[in-house]
């Protein structure tokens, strides 16, 4: 039981380039985020998505993209990387709870950098 | 006002002190609430949830006062494996619960 992966782990862009980095998870969760953290800034929201085929905006989504197109998966797309893109992205799952009782579980993230 | 404030600390305290920390949130509308931890370079794990009628895990306890719309931690017994930042998540019912984090506060526990 792997958890939540991530791929890669680290990554040098150059201004204008595109990538997109994977998330994976094992733990048949139904919501995965993906999160952006910079120095005295705490994690930010970039997009969510609460079930397979679907996803939405959070509080940071300019700039990204994202495609849930299997459960167990969310890509997050930068289609022209910027320096301001320069971050440790974490992606994170949780299970459905009606509760809202839903803890995250954390991949190991991505370090970013755009030069 | 920021949705979920912390005080960002460092908080520097010996070995076997007590330490508390607090959490405000501003939504009223928030349903659940979390400590996490993260290590330095690492992903944040969860700590606890914090419940109502406020939980223990050893020497750890989380109360949560909605009145006030505040969470603590308390840790009991300091030990140096403690030192992290620890992470308020407030999730807000939205249909899906959408969290939101507070910027964390630094423990540095010292012998």
């Known amino acids: 039981n792997a958890g939540v992966t991530q791929t890669p782990k680290f990554r040098v862009l150059k201004t204008g380039q595109s990538m997109t980095l994977l998330c994976a998870q094992d733990?048949?969760?139904?919501?995965m985020y993906w999160y952006r953290q910079d120095p005295g800034m705490g994690l930010r929201l970039i997009h969510y998505s609460v079930g397979e085929g679907t996803t939405a905006k959070g509080e940071v989504p300019d700039g990204y993209n994202v495609s849930r197109l299997k459960k167990q998966n969310f890509l997050l797309g930068l289609e022209s990387a910027a320096p301001s893109q320069t971050s440790v992205y974490f992606c994170?799952?949780?299970?459905?709870?009606?509760?809202?009782?839903?803890?995250?579980?954390f991949g190991p993230g991505t370090r970013l950098t755009v030069l | 006002r920021k949705e979920v404030e912390q005080d960002p600390g460092p908080f520097n305290v010996p070995e076997g002190a007590t330490v508390a920390f607090n959490c405000t949130y501003s939504n009223s509308a928030s349903q659940s609430f979390f400590w996490y931890r993260q290590d330095c370079r690492k992903e944040p794990k969860l700590l606890m949830s914090v419940y109502s009628s406020g939980n223990e895990d050893g020497r750890f306890t989380a109360q949560l006062n909605r009145a006030s719309q505040y969470i603590s931690l308390l840790i009991r017994d300091s030990k140096l494996s403690d030192s992290a930042t620890y992470l308020c998540?407030?999730?807000?019912?939205?249909?899906?619960?959408?969290?939101?984090f507070g910027r964390g506060t630094s423990l540095i526990v010292h012998p």
């Open positions: 994170a799952s949780s299970p459905l709870r009606f509760s809202g009782y839903n803890e995250q579980f």
């Open positions: 733990m048949n969760h139904e919501y």
């Open positions: 998540v407030v999730n807000r019912e939205g249909g899906s619960y959408i969290p939101t």
